[in-house]
């Protein structure tokens, strides 16, 4: 199981259908099968601090994202 919280998010557009961006990521992850408690459960030692730099599109649809690349910054 993982949870990502996603936080100080940048997007500079550049024109009408393309932009980039940029976040920081917290990843807390823990084990399914660890019993949830009335506090949840038990989450692993090991969380990551990392970063995601994207690029969007202006679709049909709206905006998506075309490409995105994530890396690690810290861990515990």
Sequence with gaps: ????????ICVSVESPTAAS???RILLY????SEPETAEGRQAAPKQLIGM????Y???AAGWRIAERRG??????
Aim: charged share 20%.
């Design 1 to 8: 199981m993982t949870q990502h919280f996603v936080t100080n």
């Design 71 to 76: 890396r690690t910054l810290f861990h515990t």
């Design 52 to 55: 995601y730099v994207d690029r």
């Design 29 to 32: 992850m823990g084990d399914a």
């Design 21 to 23: 961006g940029s976040c």
């Design 57 to 59: 599109i202006r679709t």
